[in-house]
Structure formats: structure tokens, C-alpha cells
């Protein structure tokens, strides 16, 4: 076992999921753990704060560690960059790993994505997975951001906005011709497990995470556009129109990045029907940047995130190390 603080932890923290893992300042993984969504904004505070002590104490115990052998913390958590949430996060990591003796770094979760496909702390991501965002780190660490405004009053081209859309097409035609047996509908409604359209407001008004519920409906979406359905089509293709825009305006406020690669991350990213779609949106739009799909999770993302804080100098032969680790824990 390594000497004390010489363990360094990385947190990617959504609205969805939270996934933590903890490795050596070598850049080897030893342990993972996931858990719910760690959002404050979609999930209250209290909840939030007992969810990420709980996952921590597993990831500790899973390499029978203590809190006195961290030397560094890294939570990428969604709003993390604002600093009202900055601050209640740092004090309950605090109550952990006290600042005396460990490295705390709080930050946006679109930090971590940007990391996992490029191993720095610069460069241009876009993400789509429950939410949206664009968000850019440039050289001096400035940020800039457009979109990730969350559901109430954003996320265009989301998981989301995917499936709020769906549902809203669903209950016009109900409006309409009243019950509709389309396949559309009999997917989505099949999906969950509703008989009519009539049952949506129950169903979603009084479900604890309707966010999340509403977003599951999006792979329902997807599964269809594959098979060709028409208005299944025609959503996607509006959510990578505004997931194009959005990149649109960042290249306008920071033409500088009109020559960086751009990171996708998320899990709309993950479907090939999805991601060719916005390949065909960039090109006409005429954004010729390069576009990288990371080998590795934005949780490993926030862990090379935490070696950089240690002043670690993020080698090739580190990269390979940060890589196979995670592969060989990850497949078991």
C-alpha cells in the first residue's frame, strides 16, 4: 500500500449518475464506484450531500484506505463552477478529507468530459447526455460556456429535450384525434408501461425524478429513428441542429478554438445514429473541427484532473497506465 496521501480520487457527478474512482499518484486505478445523480438542482441538497459521503466510504473501503491517505480530491459535479454550489460542496468534502491535509478541487462535470478526450485541462467539449452544454477552457484557464442552463429553462438537444419532445407529440396528436396506436406512440407508450396517452401527466408530475424519467425516453426516440420512423428522425435531427448552434455561437465569442478538436461526451454520444447525424449538421454548417470520442469515462477525466493538481506531469506512458487500469477494473 502506498505511503499516506499519496491516493488521489476523481468524481464525475450528473444529474443522472455520479461514478468516483481513486488511484495513485503513478496514475494506476485501482477502484470504481457509481451511484444516482448527484445535481442540486434537480435533487435536494441533503440527499445530495448523504449520497456522496455514502459512495466515497465504499470507494475507501474498497482498497481498505482511510480518509488520511487521500492526497488529493477532484469533483467534477454539475454546477460546480458556481460558486454558491462551489462552496457547499467544499464543505461537505471538507468534513471528509479536511482542506489541512488534502487538495480539493471543485469544478464543473463538463471539466471532467473535456479531460477524458484530450488529458489536459484545455480544449472545447460538447455534451449531450441527460443535459446540454458547450463549455471551453482556454489557456489561462478562462472559461466560457453556452447552453447548461438545465431543464427548466434550456437543455436543448438532450437527452432531455429529446424526450419532452417526443412526449409533446404524443399528447398534440392525442389533442388532435384522440388515441393514436402509430408505432411512435406505442413505443414510447410500451416503454412506460402507460395504456394511454391520458396517463403521461400522472405518470410524469409525480414521479421523483421526472428530469430523469422524461430523459430515458430519448434511447426509445433513438431505437426508432434507427428503423427509419420519420418523426422520430426529425427530433433527433432538431436536437443536433441545436447542439450545432450552440457550437456555432462558441466559435463566434472564441474564435481562437475555430482550429480545436472538439470532445464529445455523454450518452446521446454513444449512439452512432446520433453522432453521424451531428457529423452531418457540423459539415453544413461548415465547423470542420476534429471531433474526439474518449477512450475513457469523464470519471477518469476528474482523476487525471486531480493528478494535474498535484503538479503530475501527464506523460504518454502515464495516459497508457491511466488507460489499461481503468479497463482491467472496469471489465470485471
Known amino acids: 500500500m502506498p505511503l499516506n496521501r499519496e491516493y488521489i480520487i476523481g468524481v464525475d457527478g450528473g444529474g443522472t449518475r455520479t461514478r468516483a474512482v481513486i488511484g495513485t499518484r503513478k496514475g494506476e486505478v485501482l477502484a470504481f464506484v ?16 448523504l449520497h456522496i459521503i455514502m459512495l466515497l466510504a465504499t470507494l475507501l473501503q474498497k482498497i481498505d484506505a482511510t480518509n488520511n491517505d487521500i492526497a488529493a480530491v477532484c469533483l467534477c459535479v454539475a454546477g460546480g463552477d458556481r460558486q454558491l454550489d462551489k462552496e457547499r460542496w467544499e464543505q461537505w468534502i471538507s468534513f471528509l478529507f479536511p482542506a489541512s491535509s488534502c487538495k ?18 484545455q480544449g472545447l467539449v460538447v455534451i449531450a447526455g441527460t443535459g446540454s452544454i458547450v463549455y471551453a477552457v482556454g489557456k489561462n484557464h478562462q472559461v466560457s460556456r453556452v447552453g447548461g442552463w438545465g431543464y427548466l429553462l434550456g437543455d436543448e438537444g438532450s437527452g432531455y429535450y429529446i424526450g419532452q419532445e417526443a412526449l409533446r407529440l404524443i399528447t398534440r396528436h392525442y389533442d388532435a384525434i384522440g388515441v393514436n396506436e402509430d408505432l411512435f406512440t406505442a413505443t414510447i407508450m410500451e416503454q412506460l408501461a402507460l395504456k394511454n396517452p391520458t396517463e403521461i401527466i400522472t405518470h410524469v408530475y409525480e414521479h421523483p ?118 479497463m482491467s477494473i472496469h471489465e470485471k
Open 34 to 49: 457509481e451511484g444516482a445523480g448527484t445535481n442540486i438542482k434537480s435533487t435536494p441538497p441533503d440527499e445530495v450531500r
Open 104 to 121: 480539493i478541487t471543485i469544478t464543473n462535470d463538463a471539466v471532467a468530459a473535456l479531460t477524458s478526450g484530450t488529458f489536459t485541462q
Open 209 to 326: 425524478q421526472p428530469r430523469v424519467l422524461i430523459a430515458s425516453v430519448a434511447r426509445v426516440v433513438l431505437r426508432l429513428a434507427e428503423q427509419n420512423n420519420d418523426r422520430a428522425q426529425k427530433i433527433i435531427e432538431h436536437a443536433a441542429h441545436h447542439l450545432t448552434h450552440f457550437i456555432q455561437i462558441m466559435l463566434k465569442k472564441e474564435p481562437q478554438l475555430k482550429g480545436d478538436s472538439i470532445v464529445l461526451c455523454g450518452g446521446l454520444f454513444e449512439n452512432f445514429y446520433f453522432v453521424q447525424c451531428f457529423r452531418e449538421k457540423l459539415q453544413l454548417a461548415k465547423i470542420p473541427n476534429r471531433l474526439i470520442q474518449p477512450e475513457v469515462p469523464p470519471v477518469i477525466g476528474a482523476f487525471v484532473n486531480g493528478l494535474l493538481s498535484e503538479g503530475i506531469p501527464i506523460t504518454e506512458a502515464l495516459q497508457r497506465k491511466v488507460k489499461g487500469t481503468w
